[in-house]
């Protein structure tokens, strides 16, 4: 496992783990080129309408189905072997998409949110809290430029609630400053949001 046992214990009990820098030089160019191509190609479908005052960007989706550069992603160790050391060997990996935002008129950010929602009422007899984990791919440096990630450590836990729908900091916010090539691996309960792209855009997987 490409992680030390207290770093596991850290992404168990705080619901994150980030891993800086694991690509770098032509492993960062490539997934970058392949990024802009995709934008380039698709940026009429996504951005071809009208334009309001607040949205999360764009969103790629598929995207190992449309450039072989992201098939690279499916047996990279330093992600899947804290996934296996986390969930077990028998895991399923989802589809892999890309967020891109800019900066300009409409401020692209999002709301405080998680990706896996448990919430179920009454809790079956035999009810097992679903486990999944995400791994943010953060293709540029996160700063105040490009828009930082904001996670709630811990909260990937309270299965008896769902994050309210806000911009604004929450109690236990977390603010996180990567370098680009860095990850944030991170339970998909997770409560998270993405602070607005103000001067340089900001490329994720």
Known sequence: VEATSAELEHLQRDGYLVREQLFAGAALERLRDGVDLLVEKEWDQHRGKEIGERSWGIILRYLMDK??????????????????????PLIRLRGLSARITFPGAERQETPLHQHLRVLTKPLPPWFAPPHS???LIYLDDL???T??????????AWIDRQPPKTYEPVEGELELRVAAGSAVLMHS??????RPTLAAR????
């Open 189 to 194: 309960n997770l409560w998270h949001r993405g």
């Open 143 to 145: 700063n105040d430029d």
């Open 67 to 88: 450039d072989p550069v992201f098939l690279e992603l499916l047996k990279f160790s330093p992600i899947l072997s804290v996934a296996k050391a986390m969930l077990g």
């Open 147 to 156: 828009g930082t990630v904001s996670v709630v450590p811990g909260s990937h």
């Open 202 to 205: 900001r490329r994720m997987l």
């Open 133 to 135: 984990m995400d791994a």
